[in-house]
């Protein structure tokens, strides 16, 4: 089996990860476009555990942050934009994704150095070349959630803060964010325990969530405004899809970084099982967020977003997934309806 269809499973472990964290004098850190808390959260980590060894390290973010999530990185050691990193550090570190389609324009940057990268990781889906070393744990809530093995591995303190943050809160943001602030299926036990150890190391909850989940800007209401006003209910009310056109974004003057948890506003509705938001950034391509509800007992049915997102080429979690879409935004709704219409097909069992 070629490494580009081989199953993407990790083949290191903390220890690992940490010994070449050990052996890097220079690294560059990056993740996903559009990178989202868990993605900040462990970029910031990565860079805070490098520093603390003595390497010399940054990070690069492509494609815009929510504005919620713009105020830590401010002072940090980040770059803002897509081009080539000028650098050539011994180690690349991607974290919280392992597909190169979602590196976006770092991916050719990345692919002659896969020797020297490794991935942390908790996505199912990825490809396996990209990294020499690769920790990968789909059943972690977060990619934060595998980097606090990393900091443990390393021996460091989590609450030592230096000018650039904590190691704790950054990994507290990316715990926080893809559990719902530990509302979602996936805050199990050992969320709890991790988000326990990060409390105790001097994070300041209330203050991350007033930060992180209530420094909206209006533009955000505006856009969820036009999102519900175009709501459609199929599948005898299970699904719900809702879409936002170019046209849209600008008249409520706001853009991609506004629209965090837009997509989960119908799943209030008791009928709606999966939720789907569409938004048009780029002409002629369609972004596809995808959300469902967990079963409503240990076994019971649940819809897998993440075989949805697959459609389209993308993926992530059975709850939370994303996709892209080449084509008008009437043609990939059509599209989309026909999918949510045959819903039933698309459930499957915990």
């Not at 369609?286 to 409503?296: A, G, I, Q």
């Amino acid at each position: 089996m070629s490494a580009a269809t081989a199953p993407y499973r990790g083949n290191a472990d903390a220890a690992a990860i940490a010994a070449r964290f050990r052996s890097a004098t220079s690294a560059l850190v990056v993740t996903h476009a559009k990178p989202d808390g868990d993605a900040v959260g462990s970029v910031l980590a990565a860079i805070r555990m490098l520093e603390r060894i003595g390497a010399k390290a940054r990070g690069v973010l492509v494609g815009p942050v929510d504005f919620s999530l713009q105020p830590f990185l401010e002072g940090q050691p980040l770059s803002r934009q897509g081009e080539r990193p000028a650098t050539d550090p011994d180690l690349v570190v991607v974290v919280d994704t392992g597909s190169w389609s979602q590196l976006d324009s770092l991916a050719e940057w990345v692919r002659p150095r896969a020797d020297r990268t490794v991935i942390v990781d908790h996505h199912r889906t990825g490809d396996p070349a990209m990294a020499a070393l690769r920790l990968i744990d789909p059943a972690s809530a977060s990619t934060t959630q595998c980097l606090l093995r990393v900091v443990d591995a390393l021996g460091l303190e989590l609450g030592a803060a230096s000018s650039a943050g904590s190691i704790a809160e950054a990994l507290f943001i990316g715990l926080a964010t893809d559990t719902g602030w530990f509302r979602f299926s996936n805050a199990d036990a050992a969320v709890f325990d991790a988000a326990a150890r990060l409390l105790r190391a001097g994070v300041e909850k209330d203050r991350l969530h007033r930060q992180i989940e209530e420094t909206a800007r209006p533009a955000r209401l505006r856009l969820l405004s036009k999102a519900l006003a175009s709501l459609e209910l199929l599948a005898h009310d299970r699904a719900a899809l809702m879409s936002l056109s170019a046209e849209d974004l600008r008249a409520a003057g706001g853009g991609a970084e506004d629209l965090s948890g837009i997509v989960n506003a119908p799943m209030v509705i008791a009928s709606v099982e999966a939720s789907v938001l569409a938004t048009v950034h780029d002409p002629g391509v369609v972004k596809l967020s995808f959300r469902s509800k967990p079963p409503v007992s240990p076994g019971a049915p649940f819809v897998d977003v993440d075989r949805l997102a697959s459609r389209y080429d993308g993926g992530g979690h059975v709850h939370a997934a994303g996709a892209k879409a080449k084509g008008a935004l009437a043609d990939v709704l059509e599209r989309v309806r026909t999918d949510l219409r045959s819903l039933p097909e698309c459930s499957t069992r915990a």
